[in-house]
């Protein structure tokens, strides 16, 4: 099956009953001529293995930007309300992480107004920051969190999804959106006429957060706390000034709340443009939720914000390729 063809079919799954459905049609994703390091190789079932995590026990704190006269800045589509919170870190992911902890504000300026960098640039640069990531956070490891997840694609990708953090699959392979949410996501991605490897993939903390199940006393994955989001996020907003990507896609209530400080759910906000430092943002459910709540409706609603996002980046239709 070519490319097309491929986009094509991805599209009808999104308009059937099997749009998001994860039994018949295994992924098979093109070759992708993107390489790099902690990246897919393009070939499918075939990974690069993440960068090794080094046992420091610094953390350094992200290297700022510098920054050049800030442009006028655009009519924002909304103005979300913003909440600042203190809460301390859950005792279940077994981190010394110093408490109360008070969440870091969001960046000011607009990304288009930082220090120009080129496409050629942000491997290395994104390379470079994975590394103080992992060194920063490798002393929070845990039994729970085994394994920094960075983030996974194109360092010049026009278009990043921002989930809420790693489960299971994604903290043994280092890589996020692997498992069955990944595998969702993976399909909405082709239904859009893109490829994994052309877009970029990040979450609001790298490490797992999860507690024991007070019935069946497995770990449960739950949302990430204010504490753990205060040590975590400031590397995704690095990863942001150095992708600057032309449209973000938040997947869920956590990613919406953390990158715009937003207090309203995330059932109102969904399908409405936002920003992000001068970066128009779309807010949809998390693949997961779809999974749980496998719905006509609800998978028309991402369907069209998917559909806004297209139009927003210059995307033609599948048919008309």
């Given at each position: 099956m070519d490319m097309q063809a491929a986009q094509y079919a991805a599209r009808l799954w999104l308009q059937t009953d099997a749009a998001f459905g994860l039994r018949d049609v295994p992924l098979v994703l093109p070759k992708s001529t993107v390489s790099g390091e902690g990246k897919s190789t393009g070939r499918p079932g075939q990974t690069v293995t993440p960068l090794a995590r080094p046992a420091y026990r610094s953390a350094p704190q992200p290297p700022p930007m510098p920054a050049r006269a800030v442009a006028t800045p655009q009519a924002e589509v909304r103005r979300p309300v913003v909440a600042?919170?203190?809460?301390?870190?859950?005792?279940?992911?077994?981190?010394?992480?110093?408490?109360?902890?008070?969440?870091?504000?969001?960046p000011d300026g607009r990304l288009d107004a930082l220090e120009a960098i080129t496409d050629a640039d942000k491997p290395q640069l994104l390379a470079k920051l994975q590394q103080q990531t992992i060194a920063a956070l490798t002393p929070y490891l845990s039994e729970i969190a085994t394994n920094v997840v960075f983030g996974d694609g194109d360092?010049?990708?026009?278009?990043?999804?921002?989930?809420?953090?790693?489960g299971i699959e994604e903290d043994k392979s280092g890589i996020p959106f692997v498992g069955r949410s990944g595998q969702l996501l993976n399909k909405m991605i082709i239904a859009m006429g893109l490829t994994r490897q052309t877009v970029y993939i990040g979450n609001v903390v790298?490490?797992?957060?999860?507690?024991?199940?007070?019935?069946?006393?497995?770990?449960?994955?739950?949302?990430?706390?204010?504490?753990?989001?205060?040590?975590?996020?400031?590397?995704?907003?690095?990863?942001?000034?150095?992708?600057?990507?032309?449209?973000?896609?938040?997947?869920?209530?956590?990613?919406?709340?953390?990158?715009?400080?937003?207090?309203?759910?995330?059932?109102?906000?969904?399908?409405?443009?936002?920003?992000?430092?001068?970066?128009?943002?779309?807010?949809?459910?998390?693949?997961?939720?779809?999974?749980?709540?496998?719905?006509p409706e609800n998978r028309a609603k991402v369907w069209g914000d998917l559909q806004q996002v297209m139009t927003k980046l210059g995307l033609q239709p599948a048919q008309q390729k």
């Open positions: 600042r919170t203190e809460s301390p870190l859950a005792g279940s992911q077994g981190a010394d992480i110093p408490r109360p902890v008070k969440l870091p504000p969001i360092p010049a990708a026009k278009l990043m999804f921002v989930g809420e953090g790693p790298k490490l797992r957060a999860a507690e024991p199940d007070s019935d069946s006393g497995r770990l449960r994955d739950r949302p990430p706390t204010p504490a753990e989001v205060a040590l975590n996020i400031p590397w995704l907003h690095r990863q942001i000034e150095i992708i600057r990507p032309q449209v973000i896609v938040t997947l869920g209530a956590p990613a919406l709340k953390y990158l715009t400080g937003t207090v309203e759910g995330i059932g109102q906000l969904r399908g409405t443009w936002m920003t992000y430092r001068g970066v128009p943002l779309m807010p949809t459910y998390h693949p997961s939720f779809l999974l749980r709540a496998y719905t």
